[in-house]
């Protein structure tokens, strides 16, 4: 069983930037797709970002697409999300999340390890 935590989550202005890390223990990592979801107060969690097992695929919702990029260093057993022009509705925790195969999806049922998430917050 992998085991994901989360850091670099926190209070930032509009406009500004944040990364967050996910560190995963276990030998496993580097076989598998990671991604990135979200949940706001009172909403479903949401898919931001995945990357298949080998950084040769990235993937975004609509909602973050060309303002976060997301990358893992599997000798690190760690993926980033690195998030820049920061909106007010991007405020929620951010879990990150390994996939049951290399190819990742954007449904929470293909991911069967979770983090216990980080606060984002982005104040206007």
């Known amino acids: 069983q992998v085991q994901l935590v989360e850091s670099g989550g926190g209070l930032v202005q509009a406009g500004g930037s944040l990364r967050l890390s996910c560190a995963a223990s276990g030998r496993t990592f580097s076989t598998y797709a990671m991604g990135w979801f979200r949940q706001a107060p009172g909403k479903e969690r949401e898919f931001v970002s995945a990357?298949?097992?080998?950084?040769?695929?990235?993937y975004y919702a609509d909602s973050v697409k060309g303002r976060f990029t997301v990358s893992r260093v599997n000798a690190k057993n760690t993926v980033f999300l690195q998030m820049n022009s920061l909106k007010p509705e991007d405020t929620a925790v951010y879990y990150c999340?390994?996939?049951?195969?290399?190819?990742?999806?954007?449904?929470?049922?293909?991911?069967?390890?979770w983090g216990q998430g980080t606060q984002v917050t982005v104040s206007s």
């Open positions: 990357i298949t097992w080998n950084s040769g695929n990235t």
């Open positions: 999340a390994k996939a049951r195969s290399s190819i990742p999806t954007m449904t929470t049922y293909d991911y069967n390890s």
